[in-house]
C-alpha cells in the first residue's frame, strides 16, 4: 500500500507504518483476510485525541467564551459530516481498505465509515509519535476550520445573542434605550435604540419595549456578522 501521499498530507511520517496499515483497515476487510487487525481500536483511540486537542485549542482561542459556546464550536467541528469532509479532502477514501460487501454497497462513500477512518488516522499519529505529533498534525488539518468567533447557540435571543457578541468584540456591552413611541393608545409601536460600544446605533420597532428590543438586536448582531 503506497501511502506516501497521505502522509505527505497529514504531514506525518510513520516510523511504524503497521500503525497507518491498521487505521486504514475497515473491519469488513479484516473479517474477510486473515492476519489483519481492524481500525476500530484505534478510532477509539483518536476520538479521544482529537476531543482533547480540538477542546485545548478553542479555549486558548475564544479566551472569553463560555462552556456551552466551546462545546458546541467542538461539536461542529468535530461531527461526523465535518470529520468525513475532511477525510475527503485528505483523499482517505482511496486508501482504506474494504471487504467486497462493504464495497458493493458503497461503504467508500459514507460518512460514518470515512468518519472513522479518519479519527484511526489520528489515534495511529498518536501511537506512532506521541501526543505531540497527534497535536501538530490536527492543529494543521482543522487550521482553516475554526470560526471568526465563537458561535452562540441557536435558541438564545436577539438580545442575549447580541450581548455574548458584543462582550466577545468589544468586551462591553449593548445600551438600550427607548426612544419615543407613536399611534393611538391601543396600536401604540414602541421605539428602542440599541447603540453598541463601537458606537453603531440600531432602531427597532415593536408593539412592546421587549419586541422593539429584540428588533434592534437583530438588526445590531446582523451588522456584525457582517462585519
Known sequence: MDTAALQDCIHHRFGQVKFLETALTHSSFANEQDGFEDNERLEFLGDAVLELCISEEGFKRYPTAHEG??????SQLVKEQSL?????ELELDRFIRLGRGEELQGGRERD????????ALLGAVFLDGGFEAARRT?????????PARAMLPETKDYKSRLQEVAQDVFRDRPVYVLSGTSGPEHEKLFEVDVTLPNGERFRGLGTSVKRAEQEAARMG?????EE
Open 69 to 74: 459556546q466551546l462545546t458546541r464550536i467542538r
Open 138 to 146: 490536527i492543529l494543521d488539518i482543522f487550521e482553516d476550520q475554526w
Open 84 to 88: 468525513a469532509g475532511i477525510a475527503r
Open 221 to 225: 448582531l446582523e451588522f456584525l456578522e
Open 112 to 119: 460514518a465509515l470515512l468518519a472513522d477512518a479518519f479519527e
